[in-house]
């Protein structure tokens, strides 16, 4: 399983480094395209934007598996050790439980959107394409954040090794 998560890190960081190079790329493209006026890039913007949120929402999945997105670090460090495993269970239970409900409103959307067949106005990209970062995103976050906060609860339970939160593990 270990493995398996490692290899989809993997290629998260990679999807999130070629949105970001995909990005910069287009941007710059458009750029000298407007000052020459040598060609027209009518879809730049918009493939800029479809990339800066699939980095995004991508990213948020691949950062909350260090626990960097939630806690309250004062809450946490003034909760006396033995309780803490019961503040991550419960944290655990309502990010869960938001990570579903964005997930099947996000799975909600993209139904609607290729039923209707929307697509985008400069690219005629189905809108689908775009929308599905959402509940994608719903299961990342939920995933590594569930592994995540095991690995503390384990810790204050003194079967784990320490690791602070919000800290870089690799």
Known sequence: MER???MLRK???GFIGACL????GIVFLATV???TKWFVTPWAEEAARYLMIWLAFVGAGAVAKT???FGVDILVKRIPERYRAFLYAIQILVISGICLWIGYYGLYLCK???????TSPSMGLPMWLVSACVPYTAVSVCIQNLLWELSLIQDCLGKGDTKEEG???E
């Open 4 to 6: 398996f998560l490692g």
């Open 11 to 13: 290629i998260e960081y």
């Open 21 to 24: 190079a995909g990005m910069v």
């Open 33 to 35: 395209a407007r000052y």
């Open 67 to 69: 626990g960097s997105h």
């Open 112 to 118: 609607n959107q290729i039923m209707t067949g929307r």
């Open 167 to 169: 800290g870089i593990e």
